[in-house]
């Protein structure tokens, strides 16, 4: 998902996606990871994981879903 808006937003004439962590909670041996993706132009999505890169796929996939391109 993370290539498929990476793709998307150049076709777009955009800028690269930018993830952000916005929180991470849990004990560290089973964290839990809030991310946000931005594009310029579009609202920003948010996305939990078990991991910083789990989340970041799914926040890419929510956006690309969203902008109605998967």
């Known amino acids: 998902p ?8 150049q076709g777009q ?7 952000s962590v916005i929180n991470r909670q849990g004990p560290d ?8 993706v931005t594009v310029l ?13 789990e989340a970041e796929k799914a926040a890419a996939a929510t ?3 969203r902008e109605g391109q998967s």
């Open 63 to 65: 956006l690309l879903q």
């Open 41 to 53: 132009g579009l609202e920003p999505v948010r996305a939990e994981g078990r991991s910083r890169q």
């Open 29 to 36: 041996h089973a964290p839990r990871f809030t991310v946000e």
């Open 2 to 9: 993370k290539t498929a808006l990476q793709e998307w937003a």
């Open 13 to 19: 004439k955009k800028p690269l996606p930018a993830y």
